[in-house]
């Protein structure tokens, strides 16, 4: 049955002062903090990761920002999708006891120079090519707001299953006192993976975009039937291009850990396989395991 809409406001917190002091109270008592960032626009998958951090600590603080290092200038930050009534409503629903909602200028205040970047290995192939600019501003803004709230888990979506590599690699490799866990991606009916960007699409491409998981779930039986990774790969490109996706940014099959591509011979277990494509004007990725 669904549940109610909770009738209780969700205390909402716009500087880094405020966030600190509520947290600093929490910590006080002895209280687990999960984090879970976002960039809003929220759909059942950021609530599952609300669900997880539930289970996970005491208290739970989510993030909305849309951040915009983290979009070049052709891209959709303006279009972003952008509700924070609504997504206060669905996050305090979801269990979450605060909502961290800077601002532009607080996160980047004036003669803001510092970057953080995760300079090889994960952050190099697949959406490190096809958005070069993208994994700077996503390590330097989660390495903000790891340090902003302090929590002991920051839970982030297997949908964006580089940025989680990424973002971990970025806490190892800055000594960052948190656990990063990854969470399950959340699909729709026909396995389409949820994403906020799934708004931009058109009915007709909402219902060509089923070819997506279809070709994702054929690629999964294929390279376990001891199919070759670059027919697969070519098979996968093939059914999405025949389904009516424009252009394909990749299709790879890498290893699920350090990314590599892999060589000839049936796959390693552990490896991915990893496609983003555009329908009309919309990019869609995913990942599936093998
Ligand atoms: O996955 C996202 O929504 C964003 O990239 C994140 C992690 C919130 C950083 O802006």
């Known amino acids: 049955m669904p549940r109610a809409m909770s009738i209780r406001p969700l205390p909402v917190v716009r500087t880094v002062a405020e966030l600190r002091a509520i947290v600093a109270g929490w910590r006080a008592a002895g209280e687990r903090v999960a984090l ?17 951090a539930g289970r996970l600590a005491d208290r739970t ?23 924070e009534d609504r997504d206060a409503a669905l996050l305090a629903d979801a269990g979450c006891d ?29 959406e490190g090519v096809s958005r070069p600019h993208f994994f700077g501003g996503v390590a330097t803004v989660v390495a903000k707001l790891l340090i902003q709230a302090g929590p002991d888990v920051a839970i982030f979506g297997e949908k964006d299953y580089q940025q989680l590599l990424v973002i971990r690699r970025m806490a190892r490799d800055l000594d960052l006192p948190v656990e990063i866990i990854g969470a ?6 026909d396995g389409l993976a949820m994403s906020s960007r799934n708004a931009y699409l058109t009915p007709e491409e909402r219902a060509a975009a089923r070819a997506l998981p279809a070709a994702m779930r054929y690629a999964v039986a294929a390279l376990r039937d001891g199919g070759e990774a670059v027919d697969v790969e070519g098979a996968v490109m093939a059914s999405l291009t025949g389904a009516g996706f424009g252009r394909i940014d990749y299709v790879e099959i890498r290893d699920g850990e350090t990314l590599e591509r892999l060589g000839p011979g049936p796959v390693s277990p552990g490896a991915r396989v990893f496609v983003a494509a555009w329908m009309g004007k919309t990019r869609l990725i995913d990942n599936w395991a093998v």
Request: proline share 11%; no cysteine.
């Open 36 to 52: 879970v960032p976002t960039m809003g626009a929220l759909h059942a998958g950021h609530l599952s990761l609300v669900d997880l």
């Open 184 to 189: 399950p991606t959340t699909r729709e009916a």
């Open 61 to 83: 603080v989510a993030s909305i920002f849309v951040n915009p290092a983290q979009f070049a200038p052709h891209e959709d930050f303006d279009a972003y999708p952008r509700g």
């Open 98 to 126: 605060l909502l961290f909602a800077p601002s532009a200028r607080e996160m980047y205040p004036a003669g803001f120079a510092t970057a953080v970047s995760v300079a090889t290995g994960v952050s190099e192939p697949l």
